[in-house]
């Protein structure tokens, strides 16, 4: 018969890890993972609490040049908004404050689709090739 000791979680008292000089990266490694979830957390926050803005009679408001939480605040949040990147890189939006809308369609004053409006978008600090 075998006698191999099968450790349990009493064999080891909480400060073990301290004493074997086993450094403890749970500070840094919580600070990397809950950074960017605060910051999203954060950017969703500022979105929501704008409150649901509606366009105006159902047209389409004149977004062009803006910021894109400015423009999802214009359309208001229950507006079906497909975005394109204005590069032609195929890039995906994750934070909607790093990027403003170059192009919109429809047009300012149109009526409002019944399907999804299309905002042509780059990051804030490229331009839309218009000079903006």
């Known amino acids: 018969m075998n006698n191999t000791h099968i450790p349990n979680a ?3 008292p909480p400060n073990s890890r301290t004493q074997a000089n ?10 990397t993972l809950l950074t ?9 926050a500022t979105l929501a609490a704008a409150g649901p803005a509606h366009a105006d009679g159902g047209t389409m408001p004149h977004v062009s040049g803006k910021g894109l939480v400015t ?3 214009a359309l208001g949040y229950d507006t079906a ?5 204005g590069r032609g890189a195929r ?9 403003k809308v170059c192009d919109q369609h429809p047009r300012p004053g149109s009526p ?3 399907r999804a409006i299309i ?3 780059v990051k804030t600090h490229e331009s839309c090739g218009d000079g903006r």
């Open 81 to 85: 908004v497909q975005l394109r990147d």
């Open 22 to 31: 086993i450094p403890r990266r749970t500070g840094s490694v919580l600070r």
């Open 10 to 12: 009493t064999d080891n």
């Open 91 to 99: 890039r995906h939006v994750l934070w909607p404050s790093n990027w």
């Open 36 to 44: 960017p979830l605060a910051t999203a957390t954060l950017t969703l």
């Open 112 to 114: 409002l689709p019944p």
């Open 71 to 73: 423009a999802y605040q």
């Open 119 to 121: 905002l042509t978008v």
